[in-house]
């Protein structure tokens, strides 16, 4: 913003999009930036230096960065006529002792004489070339006529160095970048990125990106290079955030405040010798602005133009910079509508074979299907369809169809996305009092959710005590395959996501260039979700007529009515008590929270004529801890808890890394324009399994002035869940798929205590080529393996309907005959048996 005008709640940015998602931008938009070679015309008057740095970095739409004490107290001449950005800047500064250095196609960064410069304030500026190692200064940006970034006095990602470019490839994406994706939100920008894979947790919940069914609060997360969301570890400001979902073992971005964020710094390689568990595949840190000056207000209005969702969401910001300090405030309001699937045509249908694929409806439909045993493998097949268009009131067997099953799609009336509300505030505020610095930053959101869900679906028995009662083969019972989506609403879900963070730090200058910085952070997310719709197993027997009546329950079918499950005509006179039937809930709240202190120290060790070896060390203690209850009401009259944790663990680090210089600008030679070395190692000691060290090693090469080339090797680790370590036992009945019918199974879910970490070996290779005579081109490949060992996983869970039928699950499956066997009959009544 411009420092003429500091009017709080001055509206600088406006625009109300409709029609298709636009992002709104700002009416004030700078224009492209431009080349660096390129030369403008300069009109700069006399006056003070600050003034006229910000009037060339207006006119020649670069990025000029420097502290505000470097500029203090200083004129400048008036200067016109036509220049380069860093022709103009350097008759500008001329006699000052002010050097000027260019770290990226649209980054200028001013220094101070080399004897004045401060050693220990160095590090990369966002939006830099990621290998540069530009000073990192608590800089004065200037005015916002210009694409100008504030740069945070933080390390890069990757490192706990400054000044030191990293080995592993990194990907940076301005607040500008993430607007100019196209995207409407945080979350749906980042997970643009090509490194990031589409699977996993999303808001889309129903749409089987998430076979363990981990994110039932509809949370968004990051997977890069799709080894799962908990391979990859998400920061905010260099801090842990709290997880999300049922195993909290990933982070909800959605949340994020756009308003507030500054840059996000993807690093695509293993680090856990810098950050410890869950950076296998990558790390992802939000950097947060720092502080602001002025006042902002944006508005995004949208709607697709094929009918479905409209959003809209207000964004407003305010700060305020003095020396040595500052604070911004950031508030977001997001509104998201459902999207119902029926509004699409490849998810309104599971019948995909117009669009050129398979029939996927189910036979537990509506009308229901008459099952039978397969001689051959034992299982349930549709061998008699209900016929549709009746009542079920009269029916004779010779009216059932045998060999053409009904069939049902499953995804009526179900959303694709759910209708959400965010609310999102972050807080920041830092101080300088001499050689330290103080800062702090708090942030809280709130996100309220509602889905409608699959409709309801259940197989059960039906015998001669159901006034409706007919068997096509004169059997005394039938067992059916049902869909209530065609006598009751579908399953509705609710809930809200609830996250709360602090971070508290404080950072000290040293004597010969070092630093030394201590933090504490605690962050805390809680989750509840209710759902209601669910078939209640209770009603739903004394409906058939196979319980007698419970007086707990207000369902008496005598006087309510007996469901009618041969009934064919969708909400006719079974709706009343279809929807006694579905008056099953469950309720699941969650709690993870970290908590974590650190204190590290860095700085130079010994100048080699490539420059300074950098040494960082320090050691940290966090505490991780997890709380859930279940409460589910399908079997009882009243709400019984199923399951509950409480959990918690403690952490315990040590961590160093060294760079060592061999080559750099004070010798370079032909074939070794730069040659550096880095090692980084970490050892973490968990109460709940022990001690794990992981080390990794890094290069950098320029072989030539705008060339480098950069290789990475180390070693990662993912602790298990809490969770994943300590969920008690649970027996479930499933009716699993077996060639074309269903198997009654019990199947077993729960934790293992004996679990240890998975570990992983990676490298990269990769190179990056900037050309000075082509400015704003940069050419970057980069090569990778990444090899497990011990994942933890559910294979079982993640492919379940498929179970007895995949031969590599075949270890996990155990086949009983208690009819033929004695042990097999002992053996299943001790699992029913159990309190699991």
Avoid at 124 to 152: C, I, K, M, W
Avoid at 262 to 275: P, T
Avoid at 733 to 748: D, K, P, R, V
Avoid at 752 to 762: I, Q, R, V
């Amino acid at each position: 913003m411009d420092r003429t005008d500091r009017t709080p709640g001055r509206f600088r940015n406006l625009l109300l999009a409709s029609s298709i998602w636009i992002v709104a931008a700002a009416l004030s938009a700078p224009a492209p930036a431009a080349a660096a070679s390129a030369v403008v015309t300069i009109d700069v008057p006399a006056g003070s230096l600050d003034n006229a740095l910000a009037a060339i970095a207006g006119q020649t739409h670069q990025q000029v960065l420097y502290t505000a004490d470097l500029v203090a107290r200083r004129r400048a001449a008036a200067l016109h006529g036509d220049y380069t950005a860093e022709d103009a800047l350097h008759r500008l500064l001329d006699g000052t002792g002010i050097t000027v250095r260019r770290t990226g196609p649209n980054v200028l960064v001013l220094e101070a004489p080399r004897a004045a410069l401060e050693p220990t304030a160095v590090g990369r500026p966002f939006g830099a070339d990621d290998a540069t190692g530009a000073p990192e200064l608590p800089t004065q940006s200037v005015p916002n006529v210009a694409p100008v970034v504030t740069v945070d006095a933080v390390t890069v990602t990757g490192s706990n160095l400054r000044n030191v470019p990293i080995a592993s490839p990194l990907v940076t994406l301005s607040h500008d970048d993430l607007e100019r994706s196209g995207q409407t939100t945080v979350a749906d920008a980042v997970r643009a990125i090509p490194s990031n894979f589409g699977g996993g947790a999303s808001e889309s919940f129903g749409t089987g990106g998430d076979p363990l069914s981990r994110n039932g609060s509809f949370s968004s997360g990051l997977n890069l290079r799709g080894l799962g969301n908990n391979a990859t570890l998400m920061l905010m400001n260099g801090h842990r955030i709290a997880g999300s979902g049922t195993f909290a073992d990933f982070v909800d971005i959605s949340t994020i405040p756009s308003g507030a964020l500054d840059r996000v710094e993807v690093l695509e390689d293993g680090a856990s010798a810098i950050y410890g568990s869950d950076a296998v595949a990558g790390v992802v840190n939000f950097i947060m602005k720092r502080d602001y000056d002025g006042a902002e207000t944006r508005l995004l209005g949208g709607a697709a133009t094929q009918g479905g969702r409209t959003q809209g969401q207000l964004d407003q910001t305010f700060g305020r910079r003095w020396e040595n300090g500052g604070f911004i405030v950031s508030y977001e309001l997001r509104h998201q509508d459902d999207l119902p699937g029926a509004d699409r045509p490849f998810a309104a249908t599971a019948d995909l074979r117009a669009l050129g694929g398979t029939d996927e409806r189910l036979t537990t439909s509506f009308p229901g299907n008459i099952l039978v045993t397969d001689p051959v493998t034992k299982a349930l097949v549709p061998g008699f369809a209900i016929p549709a268009g009746q009542n079920g009131i009269g029916l004779t067997p010779s009216q059932f169809i045998a060999g053409a099953p009904n069939l049902f799609n499953q995804r009526q009336g179900a959303d694709i996305l759910p209708d959400q509300t965010l609310n999102s505030i972050y807080l920041a505020a830092h101080q300088g009092l001499g050689n330290l610095e103080v800062s702090a930053d708090v942030r809280a959101s709130s996100r309220r959710y509602k889905d409608i869900n699959v409709p309801a679906q259940a197989t059960f028995t039906v015998t001669g005590a159901n006034p409706y009662f007919v068997s096509p083969t004169g059997a005394a019972s039938e067992r059916i395959a049902y869909n209530f989506g065609g006598e009751a609403p579908n399953p509705v879900v609710v809930g809200d996501s609830n996250a709360v963070a602090a971070t508290l730090s404080a950072t000290l200058k040293l004597a010969h260039a070092w630093r030394a910085e201590a933090y504490a952070a605690f962050a805390e997310q809680r989750d509840v979700t209710h759902g209601d719709g669910i078939v209640s197993q209770l009603i739903l027997n004394e409906a058939l007529g196979n319980a007698p009546p419970n007086p707990a329950v207000a369902y008496n079918p005598a006087v309510d009515g007996y469901f009618n499950p041969f009934d064919g005509i969708p909400g006719g006179a079974n709706a009343k008590v279809a929807a006694r039937i579905s008056s099953g809930s469950v309720l699941t709240r969650g709690r993870d929270q970290v908590m974590t202190f650190n204190l590290q120290a860095d700085g130079p060790v010994w100048n080699l004529p490539g420059g300074d070896i950098q040494v960082a060390a320090g050691v940290q203690a966090r505490r991780e801890g997890f709380v859930t209850t279940n409460l589910v009401e399908v079997a009882t009259p009243t709400p019984q808890l199923i399951s509950s944790l409480d959990l918690s663990r403690t952490v315990t680090a040590a961590f160093a890394e060294l760079q060592v210089p061999l080559f750099g600008a004070e010798n370079a030679r032909p074939g070794f324009q730069r040659l550096e070395l880095s090692l980084a190692g970490r050892v973490e000691h968990y109460d709940s399994f022990g001690v794990t060290a992981n080390p990794k090693f890094g290069l950098l090469w320029s072989p030539l002035q705008d060339l480098q080339v950069r290789a990475t090797y180390g070693t990662s680790f993912r602790a298990p869940a809490l969770r994943e370590l300590a969920s008690p036992a649970e027996y479930n009945s499933q009716m699993l798929a077996l060639g074309a019918g269903h198997l009654l199974s019990l199947t077993l879910s729960g934790g293992n205590p004996d679990l240890t970490p998975e570990t992983a070996k990676s490298w990269t290779l990769g190179f990056d080529w900037q050309p000075a005579r082509i400015p704003g081109l940069k050419l970057s490949a980069t090569g990778f393996d990444i090899s497990f060992k011990n994942r933890i996983e559910q294979p079982v869970g993640a492919n379940l309907q498929n179970a007895l039928q995949d031969p590599t699950l075949s270890a996990f499956v155990t086949r009983i005959s208690p009819a033929t066997s004695a042990a097999d009959l002992a053996l299943i009544q001790r699992l029913l048996a159990s309190p699991s």
